[in-house]
C-alpha cells in the first residue's frame, strides 16, 4: 500500500497567492484528516471528513481556508488569499473508522513570503 | 472535553538509558490511547496503542500500559538508542467523538 500521499512536499509562495494542497488518502479508508503544525501552536485539527462529507470544521483558522472532498480518494485544503502566518507543515491522515488509528501523510511544507 | 497532558521536553539522554514519557488523559468516556512518533522531516506513525483497561501496547521496545485508575498512559523504553530520536505524542479517541486529541509532543534526543 503507497499510504497516504500528499503534494506537493514543498511549496514557497508570496502573500496573497492562492495555495492548493491535495491529499489522497488510504483506499479503503473513509474518515480524512488535515492537520497544522508549527514550533508555536503544535499539531492542530483543522478540519476532517467522513464519508466524503465534512463532520467538523471548527479548527480552520479562517474563511481564507477551505477544504473539499469530492470523492473517496481525493481531497484539498485551500488557502485563498495565502499570508505569512500561513507558513506550517499541513499534513493529511486517514483511517479507516472514526477514532481509529490514523495513518498520516509526509506533509506539504509550506512557506508564504 | 477530551485533553492529553504530556511531559514538556525537550528530554536529552544518552544511548541505553532507561525512558519515561508521562502521558495523563481527561476523557467522559472510554478512550483508546495512543503514541505516536514523528521522525525529524516525516509525519507522524503510530507507536503502539490500547484500547482498554490495563491493555499494555508495545512495540520496538517501546510499552505503555493504559491506567484508567491513574488516567495515565506513560511510555517507557529499557533501553534507548540514537535512531529513536524524535518527538512523540500521546493522544486519546473517544468513542463518542470523531476524532483523535493529541498531546502537545515531547521532543527526545538521544545521544551517543
Known amino acids: 500500500d503507497a499510504g497516504v500521499i500528499q503534494s506537493p512536499r514543498h511549496e514557497v509562495t508570496e502573500m496573497g497567492q492562492e495555495v492548493t494542497l491535495r491529499c489522497k488518502p488510504i483506499?479503503?479508508?473513509?474518515?480524512l484528516f488535515w492537520y497544522r503544525q508549527t514550533m508555536m501552536r503544535g499539531l492542530e485539527l483543522l478540519i476532517y471528513?467522513?464519508?466524503?462529507?465534512?463532520?467538523?470544521d471548527s479548527g480552520m483558522p479562517e474563511d481564507r481556508f477551505s477544504a473539499k472532498m469530492p470523492n473517496a480518494s481525493f481531497s484539498t485544503l485551500k488557502i485563498q488569499p495565502s499570508e505569512p502566518r500561513d507558513s506550517a507543515v499541513y499534513f493529511c491522515?486517514?483511517?479507516?473508522?472514526?477514532?481509529?488509528?490514523?495513518?498520516f501523510g509526509p506533509g506539504t511544507r509550506l512557506l508564504v513570503l | 472535553g477530551d485533553s492529553v497532558t504530556q511531559m514538556e521536553g525537550p528530554v536529552t539522554l544518552s544511548e541505553e538509558a532507561f525512558l519515561t514519557i508521562n502521558c495523563t488523559y481527561t476523557a467522559t468516556g472510554y478512550p483508546s490511547l495512543f503514541w505516536y512518533v514523528q521522525y525529524p522531516g516525516e509525519g507522524l506513525q503510530l507507536l503502539l496503542k490500547?484500547?482498554?483497561?490495563?491493555d499494555k501496547g508495545s512495540n520496538k521496545g517501546f510499552e505503555a500500559t493504559y491506567r484508567k485508575e491513574t488516567t495515565s498512559f506513560h511510555l517507557e523504553k529499557g533501553s534507548v538508542q540514537v535512531s529513536d530520536s524524535a518527538v512523540y505524542f500521546c493522544a486519546l479517541s473517544d468513542p463518542d467523538l470523531d476524532k483523535l486529541t493529541f498531546g502537545k509532543g515531547t521532543l527526545l534526543t538521544v545521544n551517543p
Open positions: 483506499s479503503g479508508h473513509n474518515s
Open positions: 471528513f467522513n464519508n466524503n462529507v465534512p463532520i467538523d
Open positions: 491522515a486517514s483511517s479507516l473508522n472514526n477514532g481509529e488509528t490514523q495513518y
Open positions: 490500547a484500547t482498554k483497561a490495563d
